[in-house]
């Protein structure tokens, strides 16, 4: 969702902030734009559509300077439009300014910038911000950064943002409030670069500083890099060097970054499991150094969004299975807004790929408010969840490109299955013959996806058929409700058939309306000791002419003489089926939605990282 590149230094700054957009060009938008410095000149180019678009639309224009900004916008206030497309630029024409967020107080501050004779052309909320500067700038008589610094005082809501001035061509200021931003840092200060996460920094440069809440970076070429809050306090710039794995970044060959993500699972979820699952026990640090923190506590609330929240759903029944602690599973959009019961006692679960959602953010810090002790699943190493937690687990799954996310959910799974194994453990909930077993199986579970990924052939061959489908339906139970709730949402993301997910048994409560020749029923229907109520739903769907397909356990003899198309998975422990059951239905949706011919990686009005409310 937006992505912000800025570049100072000496080379030419247009290529490194192409490139960089094209990196975030996943995070979801619908325009883009940028603007550089060059011999006393801001030019500005911006396009609706994708970065290829800017790039065709400046053939031929001056693309030349050292300092330039550029941005991806995803709508909020105003079309996609060439107009409120970013940079925004002062009614002078000498400052740009490129922002990520939205400012809440936008319409009051726009009336009294208009009380006082500023003129607007765009219907965005960021050109506020620009304006306002320059107007500050101009009034007070103040330089760039504490314009900067005095018109976020007035800002409510969140922002990162990047701003250039014709007449200091040498200086990039840059601030951020709730939206993530990156500075990487160039050998003797001599060149910057900024973005909206590390992946368009990394092959310039390893030295990275995040800034946090409210502070406002002062960029200059050849200087040492200067935080400040917006208050006007100093702050010391806390430089990490990142490991980002940059061929993690390309297709490697797949003709879709999501086709590669389902792909590099068995791979990934092996890195997650390095140095945690021993033969014999599994070793999380976070537990070791928190376990009667987490062991005394009341309960569990899991707050996430999406995916996310589908993975805290398999951790509930993992957690309360073998730790026998009360689990609650939270949509943090609402939770962040819902009257408390949080206290102390709690111990707060935060899942998040990206580790920016501005939701889960904030049911973090009201959780935090409340006393309760937090704990992160993350993937994004250094990002805004992370540093907000107490203490978590990073599923180090890598960079997860494609809009709909699969390898970060099956991380997330297996995270919360090791942590609720070994607090299991700790706990005395779960022997010590169970937990050896378990460990076992989980060790097994990526050569068992190996297998299942094996069928992508049979698989696209069976998506073609639904291809013609409005409307599908998705039923599982206990471990696979939530499998069956991914798989609805993986099918909805990107080939745009309503999907929904449902608890097999509830069928009958209302959807079963839905059903006739022309509605797809998937059954999640493994082995499990529900498995006979769960073929009698399917002869209830049969009998109403609906279409099954159903995945099955390896082996399975009786659902096949059911349903109309069957996918295998190997058997494994019922408490680990979600990481095999889930697959075939990631592939499924991936060949539909590649049938349709739809661009699977960016579908339509989808964000990656959903850094506004
Ligand atoms: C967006 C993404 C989803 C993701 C959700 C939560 O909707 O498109 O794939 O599951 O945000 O994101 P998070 O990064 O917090 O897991």
């Known amino acids: 969702m937006c992505g912000i590149v800025g570049y100072v230094g000496r080379s030419e700054a247009f290529p490194i902030l192409i490139?960089?957009?094209?990196?975030?060009?996943?995070?979801?938008?619908?325009?883009?734009?940028?603007?550089?410095?060059?011999?006393?000149?801001?030019?500005?180019?911006?396009?609706?559509?994708?970065?290829?678009?800017?790039?065709?639309?400046?053939?031929g224009?001056?693309?030349?300077?050292?300092?330039?900004?550029?941005?991806?916008?995803?709508?909020?206030?105003?079309?996609?439009?060439?107009?409120?497309?970013?940079?925004?630029?002062?009614l002078d024409g000498e400052i740009a300014l490129v922002h990520n967020g939205i400012i809440e107080n936008y319409a009051v501050l726009k009336e009294n910038l208009q009380k006082k004779g500023v003129e607007f052309m765009s219907e965005t909320d960021t050109e506020i911000i620009v304006k306002l500067i320059e107007y500050i700038k101009t009034h007070r008589g103040c330089d760039l950064a504490t314009a900067v610094r005095m018109a976020l005082h007035q800002a409510i809501g969140a922002y990162a943002i990047a701003v250039i001035?014709?007449?200091?061509?040498?200086?990039?200021?840059?601030?951020?409030?709730?939206?993530?931003?990156a500075i990487g840092i160039g050998k003797d200060n001599e060149e910057f670069y900024i973005a909206s996460d590390a992946s368009p920094i990394a092959e310039y440069t390893k030295q990275v500083t995040y800034l946090n809440d409210?502070?406002?970076?002062?960029?200059?070429?050849?200087?040492?890099?200067?935080?400040?809050?917006?208050?006007?306090?100093?702050?010391?710039?806390?430089?990490q060097t990142i490991d980002l794995n940059l061929g993690m970044l390309s297709k490697g060959g797949f003709p879709h970054f999501m086709l590669k993500e389902i792909f590099d699972q068995p791979t990934v979820l092996r890195d997650c499991m390095r140095g945690r699952l021993m033969p014999d026990r599994i070793v999380l640090s976070a537990v070791e150094n928190h376990k009667q923190r987490l062991l005394n506590a009341r309960r569990f609330i899991v707050v996430s969004c999406g995916t996310s929240w589908h993975a805290g759903m398999i951790g509930k029944q993992l957690i309360e299975t073998f730790c026998d602690i009360p689990v609650e599973v939270e949509y943090a959009s609402e939770f962040r807004y819902r009257h408390s019961t949080v206290d102390k006692r709690d111990?707060?679960?935060?899942?998040?790929?990206?580790?920016?959602?501005?939701?889960?953010?904030?049911?973090?810090?009201?959780?935090?408010?409340?006393?309760?002790?937090?704990?992160?699943?993350?993937?994004?190493?250094?990002?805004?969840?992370?540093?907000?937690?107490?203490?978590?687990?990073?599923?180090?799954?890598?960079?997860?490109?494609?809009?709909?996310?699969?390898?970060?959910?099956?991380?997330?799974?297996?995270?919360?299955?090791?942590?609720?194994?070994?607090l299991g453990h700790a706990n005395g909930t779960l022997s010590e013959e169970n937990y050896r077993t378990l460990i076992g199986e989980l060790g097994c579970i990526p050569d068992k996806i190996d297998a299942v990924l094996k069928q992508n052939d049979s698989i696209r061959e069976l998506s073609r058929i639904f291809t013609y489908a409005h409307n599908f339906l998705y039923l599982g139970r206990g471990y696979n409700f939530p499998v069956a709730l991914e798989g609805a949402l993986k099918l909805k993301e990107i080939?745009?058939?309503?999907?929904?997910?449902?608890?097999?048994?509830?069928?009958?409560?209302?959807?079963?309306?839905?059903?006739?020749?022309?509605?797809?029923?998937?059954?999640?229907?493994?082995?499990?000791?529900?498995?006979?109520?769960?073929?009698?739903?399917?002869?209830?769907?049969?009998?109403?002419?609906?279409?099954?397909?159903?995945?099955?356990?390896e082996g399975d003899t009786d659902v096949r003489k059911i349903a109309d198309e069957v996918i295998e998975v190997p058997n494994t422990e019922n408490c680990l089926v979600p990481l095999l059951s889930v697959i075939p239905l990631q592939l499924l949706a991936y060949h539909v939605a590649v049938a349709k011919g739809l661009n699977v990686d960016q579908p339509r009005n989808l964000a990656k990282s959903v850094t506004v409310e």
């Open 19 to 59: 490139g960089g957009l094209k990196k975030l060009e996943y995070r979801g938008y619908d325009s883009a734009g940028c603007a550089l410095v060059h011999d006393g000149s801001l030019n500005v180019y911006k396009a609706k559509g994708k970065v290829s678009d800017l790039e065709s639309s400046v053939e």
């Open 495 to 553: 080939s745009y058939i309503h999907a929904e997910g449902y608890p097999a048994a509830e069928m009958k409560h209302g959807p079963i309306a839905l059903v006739d020749r022309e509605m797809p029923v998937v059954f999640i229907a493994t082995h499990h000791k529900l498995l006979n109520k769960i073929m009698s739903n399917m002869m209830e769907v049969k009998s109403r002419g609906g279409r099954i397909i159903a995945i099955v356990t």
């Open 165 to 181: 001035d014709k007449n200091a061509p040498d200086e990039l200021i840059v601030a951020r409030k709730s939206s993530p931003l």
């Open 347 to 422: 111990v707060v679960i935060a899942i998040s790929q990206s580790g920016e959602t501005a939701d889960t953010l904030a049911a973090i810090e009201k959780a935090k408010a409340c006393g309760a002790f937090i704990f992160g699943i993350v993937n994004a190493v250094g990002s805004s969840i992370a540093r907000a937690t107490d203490t978590g687990i990073y599923i180090h799954v890598g960079p997860e490109i494609g809009v709909a996310s699969t390898k970060a959910f099956t991380g997330q799974t297996l995270a919360l299955t090791m942590l609720a194994l070994s």
């Open 214 to 239: 409210e502070e406002v970076a002062i960029i200059k070429r050849g200087q040492p890099l200067k935080i400040l809050t917006i208050l006007n306090q100093d702050v010391e710039p806390n430089v």
């Open 61 to 90: 224009k001056d693309t030349h300077g050292t300092v330039g900004i550029a941005h991806t916008r995803w709508a909020t206030h105003g079309v996609p439009s060439v107009i409120n497309a970013h940079p925004h630029v002062s």
